[in-house]
């Protein structure tokens, strides 16, 4: 039966090695033998006395670096999908063809727990993306019980080709002043011109052709983990390649730089791990029916089923290339779950959320109200009718239901805000999501931990939160398309990026809270995202969403452009407002060593985002901004 998945690449010799390490390991004798010990006029003079050589380390390159790398060098954004493994091992015949270098092969090595070992060998030439290689001798190995004659024999079975992508070029200048003395030493004063010794200009003239391989070598490498695809050698449409860089690149660079939350790129990593094991497991499965001859309908189903999963895995890891999908796409999470309404018998219950009940908890509550008493939030928001009230007492409890508010309800701390916590489940896509008409918060702590849309969502309703602490873990709180916020007295703390992002087409009001947000960390290019210019709170003006910030006390990141952002992608003409005085308090020594800083007072225009004057419907007034 013919494969119905794209090819995979051919089994390296990393694989070969698992494959036989049970052979070449578990013998007692093999393992306690002398190494080879003959001569050879390479520098290092024995396994067992030497330190292992320095691999070549990098600078870490940008992605517009990358880009220019694969667009300029390799040559591959012109290329069609198909025929991009053509253009890179001619990129690489042409680079390293006819040249000698040392490299240290990293291959898994058995010994009842899996580790690498490292292995020196000398690459004479390349053919495609595999080196031919030969063992420098003495064994140089990480690895000082290994003999000499297991890892030649392995080589051998694998017809001394390796994988370029396990080869890592070394630096040969690490003991060059060592060997210089020790040649100063045996020559006794005399002059040293002995052809084994070679000159410093030759090491010189060494180490830049190795450094210049390494840097053919990690590209090659970096294309092999994060560019190439299993699918794109069965693209034949005309579509260029250059489009599938770009995405890739960007995908690549926007989880290193925490673009993306951990939380969706864990998600992709996951996705990304379960193709590669099904599609491992439908090659096996059909190299198995293969030998047994015609299969049974049985087999060709289950080969069919199989297929389709790994098809559907690979639809969904190429959704994530696609920025616009990814922001808004299947990977955005919903809440899909239908409000209940009020009771058959309009009937309210205060729900108690208590490790254990007491008199004094109740004494307060009139003789004809309905309590009910539950351990855990999550037991009272499923039984949870329009109207009812839920009261938490001091503790610290799990945020598990709060990621759909879908029933008008009141949610309050009793006792001390700091002292009634709610901690989000890690990872999850949401934390506190509100779907509801008006759903209310009161007197409550948050603790965010790795989720993706922020401490609190919006997505739909009206959501009114009072005197409550959100403690982010990224990004802060998020007010959807036509949701509604309004905010007071609480305090919204280490958040990265904005405190509040406010969509177009919504109502928002904060009034008399303390927004601090923190920088992001910097990305490998010395660069900050989108995400951590943003001000503490940022507003959408697609559609303009009305505004009201009064009192509050805003402290942006020191990266982003203003304490008030604005983001356009058409720049509409509206009516503009009239500037506002608000109080900027600038940060000095003598403040930070608790001083009186001086406070500033200038117009709106000159300090805030020029983009809030065009807002209609906002209102500005006795904020304080830490510059």
């Not at 060998?121 to 031919?132: F, K, L, N, P, S």
């Not at 005399?190 to 090491?203: A, C, F, G, H, V």
């Amino acid at each position: 039966m013919p494969d119905p998945s794209p090819m995979a690449k051919a089994g390296t010799s990393k694989d070969c090695i698992n494959q036989k390490g049970d052979e070449l390991v578990h013998s007692e004798d093999l393992l306690h033998q002398e190494p080879c010990s003959s001569n050879m006029n390479f520098r290092y003079q024995s396994a067992y006395s030497i330190s292992m050589p320095h691999v070549i380390t990098l600078p870490k390159l940008t992605c517009k670096e990358r880009y220019e790398i694969y667009s300029n060098e390799m040559k591959i954004a012109d290329c069609q999908p198909s025929g991009v493994m053509n253009a890179v091992h001619m990129y690489l015949e042409e680079r390293l063809s006819d040249r000698r270098w040392f490299a240290l092969w990293k291959g898994p090595y058995e010994s009842g727990v899996i580790q690498t070992i490292d292995i020196l060998v000398e690459v004479d030439e390349v053919y495609g993306d595999q080196a031919h290689v030969n063992l420098v001798e003495p064994l140089v190995c990480s690895e000082p019980s290994l003999p000499f004659h297991v890892v030649e024999a392995q080589l051998s079975e694998l017809g001394y080709h390796i994988d370029l992508t396990e080869l890592y070029p070394i630096s040969v200048l690490d003991n060059a002043d060592e060997e210089d003395e020790e040649d100063d030493d045996d020559d006794d004063g005399e002059s040293s011109t002995n052809p084994k010794n070679s000159s410093l200009e030759d090491r010189l003239k060494q180490e830049t052709q190795q450094r210049l391989i390494a840097r053919i070598i990690d590209n090659v490498r970096f294309f092999y983990e994060h560019i190439r695809r299993d699918w794109d050698e069965e693209d034949d449409s005309d579509n260029l390649f250059d489009a599938y860089l770009r995405s890739r690149l960007r995908l690549y660079y926007d989880i290193i730089n925490g673009v993306l939350p951990m939380p969706l790129v864990t998600r992709y990593n996951r996705t990304m791990t379960k193709y590669v094991v099904r599609r491992k497991e439908l090659l096996d499965f059909q190299a198995q029916i293969q030998q047994d001859g015609e299969p049974s309908n049985t087999e060709a189903v289950e080969c069919w089923k199989r297929y389709y999963e790994v098809l559907m895995l690979s639809g969904l890891l190429q959704i994530w290339e696609t920025l616009q999908l990814r922001a808004d796409g299947p990977c955005f999470p919903r809440v899909l779950r239908r409000t209940k309404g009020q009771r058959k018998d309009k009937s309210i219950i205060t729900h108690i959320v208590c490790s254990r009940l007491t008199a004094s908890m109740v004494r307060d509550f009139p003789d004809d109200a309905s309590i009910k008493q539950h351990s855990t939030p999550l037991t009272a928001l499923q039984q949870c009718y329009e109207g009812d009230v839920i009261l938490i007492f001091p503790g610290q409890y799990s945020g598990e239901g709060f990621h759909e508010l879908t029933e008008n309800v009141t949610i309050r701390g009793k006792g001390k805000r700091e002292e009634v916590i709610i901690e989000a489940v890690a990872c999850d896509d949401l934390f506190v999501n509100v779907c509801a008409s008006k759903v209310v918060l009161e007197n409550l702590t948050f603790v965010q931990v790795e989720n993706t849309e922020g401490v609190l969502r919006v997505e739909s309703g009206h959501a009114q939160v009072e005197n409550c602490v959100l403690k982010c873990d990224g990004t802060g709180v998020v007010v959807c398309e036509c949701a509604e916020l309004t905010m007071n007295k609480s305090l919204i703390t280490g958040c990265r990026g904005s405190g509040v992002e406010v969509y177009q087409g919504s109502t928002t009001s904060l009034e008399g809270n303390v927004i601090k947000c923190f920088n992001e960390e910097i990305s490998p290019d010395g660069s900050c995202s989108l995400r951590d210019r943003k001000g503490a709170v940022h507003l959408h003006v697609t559609n303009p969403p009305n505004v009201r910030i009064v009192g509050n006390k805003i402290s942006a990141a020191a990266n982003a452009s203003a304490g008030i952002t604005v983001g356009r992608r058409h720049l509409t003409r509206l009516t503009p407002v009239a500037p506002s005085n608000v109080k900027i308090t600038s940060k000095t020594k003598k403040d930070s060593e608790g001083g009186d800083a001086c406070p500033s007072y200038v117009s709106l225009v000159e300090k805030l985002d020029e983009s809030l004057k065009h807002f209609a419907n906002i209102e500005l007034k006795e904020n304080t901004m830490e510059a």
